[in-house]
């Protein structure tokens, strides 16, 4: 790991079920588009209610991904 570079980039991820789930959604979704994937770091949580329904959570992760080359 000592040779790596890395990007650095911030997404969101949302479940309304629990924290730990929206964490999921987001690293799955990244996942999708992008190689190498290393890391990432919970830097928010939060969220919504929407007309005294159950929250919808809301969590942003700063996601480090390694560079190629």
């Known amino acids: ?16 079920d629990t924290i730990s789930t929206a964490v999921l959604n987001a690293l799955k979704k990244a996942a999708q588009t992008m190689r190498h994937i290393d890391w990432f770091k919970v830097t928010k949580v939060r969220g919504a209610v929407q007309n005294g329904s159950d929250p919808v959570f809301q969590v942003t992760i700063t996601l480090g991904f390694r560079l190629e080359g």
Request: aromatic residues 6%; charged residues 20%; proline residues 0%.
């Open 1 to 16: 790991m000592a040779d790596n570079t890395y990007s650095v980039i911030e997404i969101v991820g949302v479940s309304e």
